[in-house]
């Protein structure tokens, strides 16, 4: 497949394919520049086009299509809505235009241009910008006006060359093809006729030749806004504005007059926002990190921008623009060098001293949409790692607490501590394949005593939803699971889950049907090597009349699955299990067929008891409901797709701050937790572009170079200054608090201290 170029613009546009650059084309198109007499031409070839489509082939050919129109004979643009063709132009779309496809909004038509049969182009037409000042004032209508008329306006939503074609002039000649029958075209489908079109450049990368080669005009730019909900958000990119004019009498047909255009200044809460991104792409590094990992200068100073980009597409959980911001700031600051991942210092390193309360505000109360943040990024994440044989995961993770103020704090088990301590403790869902992994939801686990009505004044303190029920962590789990697999984003033919989970019969047997499961048990699980007769003991002559079903005389004991591992009667094999940091990684296996024991019975169908003892000698454990015939290699597969989970909670708290949070209300902890999963797919997202250049690139390392190139405050003698000074006023707030409260301590005990 050959190279794509950028697309012809960040809204709409061309991405279009060149072997010999874009400057030569650009060039080549300028120096061949359609007159009024071509396309009037055109016109009448397009009014004499076969709209006949040619049979959709089994398999296309891809092979380069290089040269002059003149060399394969007339374009002709055919419309495909509809038809056969339309999935091929969607998914071609979505595979090959930088923007994807999407539902075009409104009416819509779309188009494939053939040359012998063979499609080199794609275009469609719909719905135009509701308000777009320079082309409002352009065409000088009311607002009233505008209501009346705005369907009589499409817009070029798509224009995609093939990424095989290699035709000079080939997109002002298509275009001018499209024109040509558009507007009989939106007659016959919709029963309105078309004025004028639309279509926007961006101007940092493209100069929108084929636009002015095919008589389009540039009549200014956008106010680098999208619309979102009822208002509209600031993206800080302004786009150039062009309108191709249908019917030379559109304004007396509006009945307006043209209005001279005028200059926009933007708020400063969005100079401030497009600051912030001109600070992120104007990154450092050290020129030996370029050589060591072999990338060259051009891939570092990209990583930045690309950084930038991925938070984008998170716009639409955002209010406003300082919303954006904020949260680009929070974002970066987790793959920084900062000290601490915190509120505070990232605050301080990457936006200013004012902005530490803002940032607060943002994480707890701030009226922005983190569940619409994890529907993206799930919806982002499928397409790098979902794969039919996957796995989703469920895992707790504990987090250590000092005081009795954070959200969800008690005394239980702390993981972490190995013991029983004050935490937080949360429930954890990933997913993981042989393509990767990485975290998808989660949620924090309220102990009971959280739901007393004493609580009920700590409950309302940390925004703990009015609606929430006491859940046990297995009821959470199940809760989870069921929405991911309800999303149909992962398929997934099992589920892992820890000992925590394993353990309790009753989580397993409520797991999704069509899933087998594969859960680690705890060495003192008691099984069944063979299923025991049950029944009613005889009554022995005294006492009360056995009622209870029993295990009878003489059959087989439960016994412990420690104790059958180290019974000498298992038939261990040594296998690969996976491929590691540091080489292959060996173990021991086993398994065999035994039924499950609760209160000293048999419970459910035989399932398969799975050994791992790895080089330390520790043996793990872990029941399966695969099916009988199931072979070995494939559950020492899905032993190994289990642990991606506790790597994600590794790299979390090690590179990321999934452990360093501040946070003590629930909003907070989950918003935080949500961008935790964003820094640890972008990253992902890394690893995978830069696989082939560096195959030993890991999550440690791509932070390493985002700690490199993310700017920080503090390593500026002005920054540092400013840093510095903050602290000195918060420790002297500080200070005279608690001096205060001191002596009115001393005061209350006849202690005379003087302020």
């Not at 994890?374 to 790692?385: D, F, G, S």
Request: glycine share 6%.
């Amino acid at each position: 497949m050959l190279p794509i170029n950028r697309a012809i613009n960040r809204s709409y546009g061309v991405a279009h394919c060149s072997f010999v650059g874009l400057k030569a084309v650009l060039s080549a198109a300028v120096e061949s520049r359609f007159t009024v007499n071509n396309t009037i031409a055109a016109m009448q070839i397009a009014q004499k086009q076969n709209d006949i489509l040619p049979p959709v082939p089994p398999t296309f050919n891809t092979d380069a299509i290089a040269g002059t129109i003149k060399d394969f004979g007339p374009a002709k643009v055919v419309p495909v809505s509809g038809s056969d063709w339309e999935p091929l132009w969607d998914r071609w779309v979505r595979q090959h235009h930088y923007l994807g496809y999407r539902r075009l909004l409104g009416h819509r038509l779309k188009y494939l241009a053939f040359l012998k049969d063979r499609p080199v182009a794609g275009l469609s037409w719909s719905a135009p910008a509701l308000k777009l000042s320079a082309r409002d004032r352009f065409i000088g209508w009311s607002p009233e006006q505008r209501k009346q008329h705005l369907h009589q306006l499409a817009a070029n939503s798509r224009f995609l060359i093939l990424p095989w074609v290699q035709l000079h002039n080939l997109a002002s000649h298509v275009l001018a093809l499209n024109i040509a029958r558009l507007p009989a075209d939106w007659l016959r489908h919709f029963s309105h006729r078309l004025l004028l079109l639309e279509t926007f450049v961006d101007n940092r990368y493209f100069a929108g030749t084929c636009y002015k080669a095919a008589n389009w005009q540039h009549i200014g730019p956008t106010q680098g806004s999208t619309k979102q909900g009822k208002g509209y958000r600031y993206h800080g990119n302004p786009k150039e504005v062009y309108l191709y004019v249908l019917d030379p009498n559109f304004r007396q047909i509006i009945d307006c007059r043209q209005q001279p255009a005028l200059s926009c200044d933007r708020p400063s809460t969005q100079t401030k926002v497009e600051a912030l991104v001109m600070l992120l792409e104007h990154c450092r590094w050290h020129p030996q990190l370029t050589a060591d990992l072999n990338l060259d200068p051009f891939d570092l100073e990209t990583i930045a921008k690309e950084l930038v980009d991925f938070h984008q597409c998170f716009h639409d959980a955002y209010g406003r623009s300082e919303h954006h911001r904020l949260g680009l700031a929070y974002f970066s600051g987790l793959m920084s060098n900062a000290e601490a991942k915190s509120v505070e210092p990232i605050a301080l390193e990457f936006l200013d001293q004012k902005s530490v309360r803002s940032l607060q505000m943002f994480m707890k109360n701030g009226r922005w949409d983190h569940d619409t943040m994890l529907r993206v990024h799930q919806e982002m994440l499928a397409p790098l790692i979902a794969a039919p044989d996957g796995m989703i995961t469920v895992d707790p993770s504990d987090f250590p607490k000092k005081g009795k103020e954070s959200v969800g704090v008690a005394r239980q088990y702390c993981g972490p501590l190995g013991k029983t301590e004050n935490c937080q403790s949360g429930v954890f869902i990933g997913y993981s394949s042989d393509k990767g992994y990485g975290l998808l939801n989660c949620q924090l686990y309220m102990p009971e005593s959280w739901f007393s009505p004493e609580q009920e004044k700590r409950r309302r303190f940390n925004m703990v939803p009015e609606d929430l029920v006491f859940e046990t962590k297995q009821q959470i789990a199940l809760r989870l699971i069921n929405e991911i697999v309800a999303a149909k984003y992962y398929p997934a033919k099992w589920v892992g889950a820890d000992a925590a989970f394993g353990s309790d019969i009753e989580f397993l047997n409520a797991l999704p049907k069509d899933l087998l499961y594969f859960a680690a048990i705890k060495s003192n699980t008691q099984v069944f090597t063979k299923k025991p007769k049950v029944g009613i003991p005889p009554y022995k002559g005294h006492g009360r009349h056995p009622t209870k079903e029993k295990v009878l005389p003489g059959q087989p004991k439960p016994r412990t699955v420690s104790e059958i591992a180290k019974s000498g009667r298992l038939s261990w094999k040594t296998v690969v299990v996976a491929e590691g940091a540091k080489g292959p990684i060996i173990a021991k296996v086993a398994r065999i067929r035994v039924y499950m024991s609760r209160d000293g019975l048999p419970v459910g169908d035989q399932q398969w008891l799975f050994f791992r003892q790895n080089d330390d000698g520790k043996i793990r454990y872990a029941i399966s409901n695969a099916p009988k015939k199931i072979s070995r290699s494939e559950m020492v597969k899905a032993s190994t797709m289990r642990w991606p989970i506790e790597q994600c909670f590794q790299e979390g708290k090690s590179q990321v701050g999934m452990d360093c949070y501040e946070h003590r209300s629930w909003p907070a902890w989950h918003r935080h937790m949500t961008f935790v999963f964003l820094a640890l797919h972008f990253m992902l997202r890394m690893r995978l572009r830069f696989k082939k250049k560096t195959p030993l690139l890991t999550v440690p390392l791509v932070r390493k170079i985002l700690s490199v190139v993310l700017p920080l405050r503090s390593l500026s003698s002005e920054g540092m200054y400013e840093i510095v000074q903050y602290h000195l006023r918060r420790n002297l707030i500080a200070y005279t608090s608690h001096r205060k409260k001191r002596i009115m301590l001393a005061n209350s005990h006849n202690i005379n201290v003087s302020l």
